[in-house]
């Protein structure tokens, strides 16, 4: 008897599917487009088309089609804004965290770096700021960034290599 292929239309299956995507891409699309409460309506958005188109998307292609989507919705929804990074309150957060320890020179250059890193970061063009996040505040690897960005691992080599040129410009080795 052939064994029965997994299903996105089995609510297990899609349920499963859901715990293990809804955060990553939660915080890919924060990345994308600086926003949490937009994020998490792109993705809840993302996973309902993903759930009425279940039945022509295999399992395999799931995530990759989720991506795509949810990266077409939130283009749509910022094509007039600029995108706006808010990525200093968590830089911070880190910073406060280690003031009981450190000298105030220490701390004033270490507010002045942070605020130097957020608006470099800010400013690295749409693709790099994604790549650069994901990889180095994420933990992603470049297959995972490929894979949620819908390129290929080359690119997403070439994007870091540009982010990382472009920062060193502006705050030296990091």
Not at 69 to 91: C, F, I, M, P, W
Not at 92 to 101: L, P, Y
Not at 117 to 133: D, N, S, V
Not at 145 to 168: D, P
């Amino acid at each position: 008897m052939a064994e029965k292929k997994p299903s996105l239309c089995d609510e297990k299956t899609f349920d499963s599917f859901f715990k293990d995507q809804a955060r990553s891409l939660t915080s890919y699309l924060y990345y994308k487009f600086g926003s949490k409460n937009l994020a998490q309506d792109i993705a809840q958005e993302a996973f309902i088309k993903l759930w009425h188109k279940c039945a022509e998307v295999p399992v395999k292609k799931a995530r990759g089609f989720l991506y795509t989507v949810a990266a077409n919705l939130g283009t749509s929804a910022k094509r007039h804004d600029q995108v706006k990074l808010k990525y200093q309150e968590k830089a911070i957060k880190v910073s406060v965290a280690t003031m009981d320890n450190e000298s105030p020179e220490y701390l004033i250059l270490e507010k002045e770096f942070m605020e130097k890193l957020t608006g470099a970061i800010a400013q690295l063009p749409e693709k790099q700021r994604e790549a650069w996040l994901l990889n180095r505040v994420e933990k992603k690897t470049y297959r995972e960034i490929a894979e949620m960005m819908g390129v290929s691992v080359k690119a997403v080599e070439k994007l870091m290599h540009k982010a990382l040129q472009k920062l060193r410009i502006v705050i030296g080795d990091i």
